[in-house]
């Protein structure tokens, strides 16, 4: 099993910005994909932005040019640097990751944070 750590939500007025870290740990061998979505009161959970093992990443179309996500392979740690927040991205921020444990199983498996509240007041 992996663990998750999530860190850096808050309340931020809008135009302001923040940081969101997650760290993985766990008998990891590789972690193939790290990201974050994001749940607001009364939504559905969507997709924010996600990275790849091989730098790739995904934006959603609301964030593209505002958000920036990167990883540290070292620290099995994906950040999220959220630039020029608006209220509508007021929401719980969900690590989401999937890996494959050192079990010689082969197997992928997915993971979710807790969740990490950003409230960005008008």
């Known amino acids: 099993q992996v663990q998750l750590v999530e860190s850096g939500g808050g309340l931020v007025q809008a135009g302001g910005s923040l940081r969101l870290s997650c760290a993985a740990s766990g008998n990891i061998l590789s972690l193939h994909v790290m990201g974050w979505y994001r749940q607001a009161s009364g939504k559905q959970r969507e997709l924010v932005a996600s990275?790849?093992?091989?730098?790739?990443?995904v934006y959603a179309d609301s964030v593209k040019g505002r958000f920036t996500i990167t990883r540290d392979t070292a620290k099995n740690t994906v950040y999220l640097q959220m630039s020029s927040l608006k209220p509508d991205d007021t929401a719980v921020y969900y690590c989401?990751?999937?890996?494959?444990?050192?079990?010689?199983?082969?197997?992928?498996?997915?993971?979710w944070g807790q969740g990490t509240q950003v409230t960005v007041s008008s």
């Open positions: 990275v790849r093992n091989d730098g790739s990443t």
């Open positions: 989401h990751v999937a890996y494959t444990l050192r079990d010689g199983l082969a197997a992928q498996y997915v993971n």
